[in-house]
């Protein structure tokens, strides 16, 4: 069992938005705006999408935003690229003695 | 270009010992917490591991305190880990990140490309 939860698979169509949610309580993504995203492509190390809830790293596409609701942030991904196609996962720091930051469980994105 | 190469992995019986390395270049080392996260065949990604600049603070998951040792040689721009004591639940793909700045490991930016560690008889 994860520490975040985010839905296993999403999908959409080329040119679609879709969004990918991240749920945690009060001590992680509630608490504090660490939440970042990561990209995964088949066999590859993740790359960071999204930092601090919303900041996107140079060199990632303005199609990529991040938002935080209460205990729940999500990524968003507009304009659906075949290229986009990966596992997404997100991360919060804890203010849990252990572990010191905690992942979601990753969502498998599918373009259609 | 940032750039983190990890070395080390390999196949250990249970019980066994391994020391995984993550050389790192294209910016001052010293300047950044470490950490290591794994990933599990087929499964999503733990963190396990980080450290701080200067190697003063460290920090574990409950899963592997105790057995796993996070260390690091800053004038070799060497950061380690020293694995006891191995499970096959430590069977993983293990990447090493580089930390937001000198103590905090909020968000990880970037990734090696890993190296896998099998832990099996």
């Known amino acids: 069992q994860s520490a975040l939860t985010q839905p296993a698979s999403v999908s959409g169509s080329p040119g679609q938005s879709i969004t990918i949610s991240c749920t945690g309580t009060?001590?992680?993504?509630?608490?504090?705006?660490?939440v970042s995203w990561y990209q995964q492509h088949p066999g590859k190390a993740p790359k960071l999408m999204i930092y601090?809830?919303?900041n996107r790293p140079l060199g990632v596409s303005n199609r990529f935003s991040g938002s935080k609701s209460g205990k729940t942030a999500s990524l968003t991904i507009s304009g659906l690229q075949a290229e986009d196609e990966a596992d997404y996962y997100c991360?919060?720091?804890?203010?849990?003695?252990?572990?010191?930051?905690?992942f979601g469980g990753g969502t498998k994105l599918t373009v259609l | 270009e940032v750039q983190l190469l990890e070395s080390g992995g390999g196949l250990v019986q249970p019980g066994g010992s391994l020391r995984l390395s993550c050389s790192a270049s294209?910016?001052?080392?010293?300047?950044?917490?470490m950490t290591w996260v794994r990933q599990a065949p087929g499964k999503g990604l733990e963190w396990v591991s980080g450290?701080?600049?200067?190697?003063?603070?460290?920090y574990y998951a409950d899963s592997v305190k105790g057995r796993l040792t996070i260390s690091r040689d800053n004038p070799k721009n060497t950061l380690y880990l020293q694995m006891n004591s191995l499970r096959a639940e430590d069977t993983a793909v293990y990447y090493c990140?580089?930390?937001?700045?000198?103590?905090?490991?909020?968000?990880?930016?970037?990734w090696g490309q890993g190296t896998l560690v099998t832990v099996s008889s």
């Open positions: 990140a580089k930390g937001r700045d000198a103590y905090n490991l909020y968000w990880f930016d970037p």
């Open positions: 991360s919060s720091y804890t203010s849990s003695n252990t572990p010191h930051v905690v």
């Open positions: 601090e809830v919303s």
């Open positions: 009060s001590s992680d993504v509630g608490g504090y705006n660490y």
């Open positions: 450290i701080s600049h200067s190697g003063g603070s460290t």
């Open positions: 294209g910016f001052t080392f010293s300047s950044y917490a």
